[in-house]
């Protein structure tokens, strides 16, 4: 296959770099489709994802991408997903993704080795219980002030008309915001400031993606370490994280209180000065992590819960802006439930269609759109939804894309699959691939569950994977985005201020806008007045 054409999407890049003679012999089993693919369908502004889409309309849920030396097994059906995510977990691990992260998140859960991982998830789950999400709602209210704030005082220079604002960057630094006071009770403050260590974090979010467009791993050679300016720049920002995170663990230590500690055991949050994660994983959990684990787990979860939920909040907003039925239904509910008040645990329950429009903004728009697996034995995948009946040879060290994209956007599995509409997990419908009726959305199958998830779809709907490895942190992201969005949605009307062909699409750790989610930002015209009540208290101290 000859490559041309300027290979804009880092993950295409990944595909097809010959450069590190990278050799993979045994990738799959000769019954596994090939896609007939020519390095130029992957050239150009398109995103990676995007061009997996056509070959798993022509080619079948399970197809294998072959490019010089280079294969990669590419899925897009529920019951393989299933088989790789659940049923037989422990014969992959991350593989490439692993290799990229590692420097940066060091032993934190997504790139840890296994027995690392088993020991750290069983210490970390337990962090995330309902009066650890009561105290983050109120929290998350309080951060949605700022930026609240911040339009309001753009509206005021402008005398009132809208002011056009690139939505996705102000989402970056409320869930960059959220996510310090969450996860270590460190207040960024980045609505509102720029600090060397805002900067340092945004720096290593840039190179970690980077890094997964351009797979010549040289940042692990030390003398070009050394010498290649963005290496050395990368270096100086790990170093201020570190430091700062170092300085938060070290306190955290110091300061362990009888009080609180007494209070965590009790579950008592109202009496805890400091809910973060990393109190109670130091106060509950005494001296089993050592200070470095603690920053690797501290890390993870900063850059894992950052970018992700922000992109849910840029991409939620790029399709309420576009559809004022859905606007006026939300606005309905938001109203009659919350009106001025910030939103608790309870109003999100009251509150349905508005976490149905945040489930089918992350069906549409999966962060990321694909996740990535190595096979660690041989294996055969199964089936599948109307696949070969032998299934599908794979050798030790496949690598695997589970395309999330697809799966989400299957026309075998969902009814107008491009289209916009939160109702969809409303209903009750007959899914022709499965061969009987499910629902995409069912509370009792998905164990009470508040959003729809893969149990309720039976891995039709994975937006935050499933199995042994799913996201810890989906909880805390979608009560998030449904404080924030509520309390946005009932202040502003946002209209996209450019096309969505100018607003565009790229691939990074997870959808970015090409050129940023521009919007024109209105007064919402009958807003409640008040709604400002948490402004009044502090937010670090919650
Ligand atoms: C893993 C999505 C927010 C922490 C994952 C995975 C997905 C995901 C798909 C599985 C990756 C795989 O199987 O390869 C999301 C989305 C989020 C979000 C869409 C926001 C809407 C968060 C937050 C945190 C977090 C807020 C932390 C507070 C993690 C961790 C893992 C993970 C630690 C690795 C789990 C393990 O391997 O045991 N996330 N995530 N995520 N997520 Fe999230």
């Known amino acids: 296959v000859k490559g041309k054409g300027n290979l804009k999407d880092g993950l295409s890049r990944l595909l097809t770099d010959f450069s590190q003679g990278y050799f993979q012999p045994d990738v799959g089993g000769k019954t596994i489709p090939v896609a007939e693919g020519e390095l130029s369908d992957l050239a150009g502004d398109e995103p990676l994802f995007k ?47 692993a290799e990229i992260l590692e420097p940066i998140m060091g032993k934190g859960l997504i790139p840890a080795d296994l027995d690392t991982w088993r020991v750290r998830r069983r210490a970390v789950v337990p962090a995330f219980h309902k009066q650890y999400y009561d105290a983050m709602c109120s929290m998350f209210g309080r951060c949605t002030e700022r930026t609240i704030d911040k339009l309001e005082a753009l509206l005021q220079q402008s005398g009132g008309s809208p002011v056009t604002v690139n939505m ?29 260590v805002i900067k340092a974090v945004y720096g290593v979010l840039k190179e970690a993606e980077h890094r997964s467009t351009f797979y010549i791993p040289y ?29 938060l663990i070290t306190n955290a230590k110091e300061t362990r209180s009888e009080d609180d500690f007494e209070a965590l055991q009790a579950r008592d949050y109202s009496q805890v000065k400091d809910p973060s994660l990393l109190r109670f ?9 050592t200070n470095k684990q603690l920053r690797d787990d501290l890390m993870t979860m900063l850059i894992a819960g950052h970018e992700t939920t922000a992109a849910v909040l840029t991409w939620a907003l790029f399709s309420v802006a576009q559809s004022p039925e859905v606007e006026a239904r939300l606005l309905g509910e938001i109203d009659s439930v919350v009106g001025d008040r910030a939103p608790g645990i309870d109003d999100i329950k009251a509150m349905p269609y508005l976490r149905a429009t945040l489930a089918e903004s992350l069906r549409m728009y999966p962060q990321p759109p694909l996740l990535i697996r190595r096979s660690l034995e041989p294996d055969t995948l199964p089936a599948g939804l109307g696949g070969d009946p032998k299934g599908y040879p794979i050798g030790k060290g496949a690598d695997l894309f589970i395309s999330v994209w697809n799966l989400h956007r299957s026309p075998h599995l969902w009814k107008d699959p491009d289209t916009f509409r939160p109702e969809r997990f409303e209903e009750v419908f007959t899914n022709p691939a499965y061969g009987d009726t499910w629902a995409g959305y069912q509370p009792e199958a998905g164990r009470g569950a508040l959003y729809p998830n893969e149990v309720a779809s039976d891995f039709a709907f994975i937006p935050f994977g499933g199995g042994a490895r799913k996201c810890i942190g989906d909880q805390f992201a979608l009560f998030e985005a449904t404080v924030a969005f509520a309390m946005l949605l009932r202040r502003f009307t946002f209209r996209l201020a450019a096309t969505p062909q100018e607003i565009g699409m790229a691939t990074g750790a997870t959808i970015h806008t090409a050129n940023g989610m521009m919007v024109s930002v209105a007064r919402r015209q009958g807003a409640p007045a008040g709604a400002r009540e948490a402004a009044e208290r502090p937010v670090a101290a919650v």
């Open 51 to 97: 061009a997996l889409y056509k070959w798993f309309i022509e080619s079948g849920g399970v197809y294998k991408l072959v490019f010089g030396p280079k294969a990669f097994v590419v899925v897009s059906d529920p019951v393989v997903v299933r088989h790789i995510l659940k049923e037989n977990a422990f014969n992959y691990d991350k593989g490439v993704l």
């Open 168 to 196: 996705e960057t102000e989402f970056l630094n409320l869930g960059l915001d959220i996510i310090g006071l969450g996860v270590f009770n460190y207040d960024f403050g980045s609505i509102t400031s720029e600090s060397p």
């Open 219 to 247: 940042w692990n050679v030390p003398l070009l370490r050394a010498i290649v300016p963005r290496q050395r720049a990368f270096a100086a920002d790990m170093a201020v994280i570190d430091a700062t995170l170092d300085g």
């Open 281 to 289: 994983l130091v106060d509950m959990r005494g001296e089993d992590a």
